[in-house]
């Protein structure tokens, strides 16, 4: 295995095929990635030189950027018909979710199943539960959405589609950021997809503010180095 591939297991049991990043742009590990089955994700400065992601085959997926905020820069809202608890039904909270997202970058890619890409995010929702991560959100005594956590990093969340549209995910999110801080975070962070313009404003109206873009290229190679790769252009 190439010193720069991390395997994912977690995808690799998804899609039924081995899956790795690539931590390192370096045509050393392009070209390896050329030579290894499997499927393979790297993400980039926006402003590298994509020419050698172009010449062996990589394709764009995704621009992922950082949302971040400390406590005095969060903007503090409540609401009388909502609440937040981690006592939830794991049943209701799938429903919720399968279907539900389409910014991911497995969404995006075109190689892959959507139907798949969904899986990819009901498992990633059922390993939060699994280890006490996720909030149910409630209106009026009925769940509406979910938020999962990985210590100060916001990874999962979701609104049923009824909900959406009616300006009450900023009291969500600001009561479940309110409680990332009060459990001794001293800053949030997320990652998303500048192409969600709806989550992206959502932060912007909190008091997030964005760092670190990266560009997400994805392949799917089969072992074989066509020579044509990597070839000046």
Known sequence: MHENFIATPWDATVFGINTFEITALSERAL???????????????????KKLLHNYGFYYCDTLIEPHCSQDQLVKLSHDHIFITREVNRQELMKIAHG??????FHRDFNIDRELADLRYDNW????????NVWGLFLNDELAGFFGCCKNKIVLHALK?????????KYFWSMACQQLFLDGHDEISSSISAANMAILNLY??????????????????????????????
């Open 31 to 49: 070209r390896e990635a050329c030579l290894t089955t499997g499927h393979f994700t790297i993400k980039v400065d926006p402003l590298s030189c």
């Open 100 to 105: 539900a997202f389409s910014h991911g970058r």
């Open 125 to 132: 929702l059922n390993s939060l539960y699994e280890s006490g």
């Open 161 to 169: 589609s009824e909900v959406r549209g009616k300006g009450l995910a």
């Open 204 to 233: 912007s109206s909190l008091g997030f503010h964005f760092r670190n873009p990266l560009d997400v290229y994805h392949k799917i190679s089969y072992g074989v180095l066509n020579e044509e790769l990597g070839a000046e252009k």
